[in-house]
């Protein structure tokens, strides 16, 4: 959620929201690696004080392997909203991230919103 003038909470001064609908992932082993192309499909939609033509959308695709990080990228993906739409889809696919198999891990593939600097 983007508010305006600091009004955070307030629906009147909601400019934009985002939204991610689905993601989805495939691995593959061989040759002691996995190799995973992962995806995330999503909305950008204006709220009431929203005028904006186009939104940056911050992603991050993000993996653990047993809880720690071996991979992590945030991603800034444009979204155009052209009048009159009042909501536009994104899409953003990141493709083979090679990963070091060990064998009885536990790995965990994370996508979402990262609004951090």
Partial sequence: F????????????????????????NCVV???RITVNMGV???VLLGPAGTQSSVNAP????????GQAIFSEKYTIPVAL?????????????ENVAIPYLGGE???IWVGFDTRG
């Avoid at 009159?84 to 953003?92: I, L, N």
């Fill in 2 to 25: 983007y508010y305006g003038g600091g009004r955070v909470g307030d629906a009147r001064a909601l400019q934009y929201q985002g939204v991610i609908d689905e993601t989805s992932r």
């Fill in 30 to 32: 061989a040759n002691g």
């Fill in 41 to 43: 499909t999503g909305r």
């Fill in 59 to 66: 992603i991050r695709f993000a993996v653990e392997r047993d």
């Fill in 82 to 94: 052209t009048p009159p739409a009042q909501s536009a889809e994104f899409v953003k696919v990141v």
């Fill in 106 to 108: 536990s790995i965990t």
